[in-house]
């Protein structure tokens, strides 16, 4: 069972855009949730990371924003550049838990 | 910032033989240490969760006398992949928690001849 549901599953923009990447979760014991990049051959690395406590945090060209009623959380990447093709997941982690739960995924191509 | 470090990047092994995948923190000390699958253009699969000194828990479906995990010291934590075989041909990834967050590994790609 899927627990943190993503979308969409690829995106294509053109370079300066600005790409949105969703994620929604059911269940309300998840207080962190962060956004990984993964290049191909590679391991994710953090991006940014946010906790139900405020609505949006922005480091760079990365922002989050998160609607805890709605129970959504999404990246927004500012002026996007070829660079940051790659894929980019979501994740949330429980209170109580240790372990994250991964969205989907999303393949993210930025044409020149 | 947090590093770990993950060997070898590449293997090739012949069925039957078993592969171990080291992962070591390198500049901090992991309270829990995670063993995650990845096929090809999907999401991570969580295998296994490890603490310092204790068993690893297993995710449901994963066969612990198969994937062999130990996590000896709070920096070093191995994955044994025993009697492989090609459908065990996979990206492995560790990913190490301390109090800050999580950090991953740069993956292992095993391939099973």
């Known amino acids: 069972q899927q627990q943190v549901k993503q979308s969409p599953q690829s995106l294509i923009v053109q370079k300066g855009g600005i790409p949105i990447i969703n994620c929604a979760y059911e269940?309300?014991?998840?207080?962190?949730f962060p956004w990984y990049q993964q290049f191909p051959g590679k391991g994710p690395a953090l991006l940014i990371a946010i906790r139900p406590d405020v609505s949006e945090k922005k480091e760079g060209r990365f922002t989050i924003s998160f609607n805890k009623s709605a129970k959504q959380f999404s990246l927004h990447i500012m002026d996007s550049q070829p660079g940051d093709s790659a894929t980019y997941f979501c994740a949330a982690r429980e209170t109580s838990g240790s372990r994250l739960t991964f969205g989907e995924g999303t393949q993210l191509t930025v044409n020149p | 910032g947090a590093v770990v470090s993950q060997h070898p990047s590449r293997v090739i092994c012949k069925s039957g033989t078993s592969v171990k995948i080291e992962c070591r923190s390198l500049?901090?000390?992991?309270?829990?240490m995670f063993w995650y699958r990845q096929f090809p253009k999907k999401s991570l699969m969580l295998m296994a969760t490890s603490n310092e000194g204790s068993k690893a828990t297993y995710e449901q479906g994963v066969e612990k006398d198969k994937f062999l995990i130990n996590h000896a010291s709070l920096t070093l934590s191995t994955l044994t992949v025993t009697s492989a075989h090609p459908e065990d041909s996979s990206f492995y990834i560790c990913?190490?928690?301390?109090?800050?967050?999580?950090?991953f590994g740069s993956g292992t790609r095993l391939t099973v001849v």
């Open positions: 500049d901090f000390q992991a309270t829990t």
């Open positions: 990913s190490a928690r301390d109090l800050k967050g999580y950090t």
């Open positions: 269940n309300t014991a998840f207080d962190y």
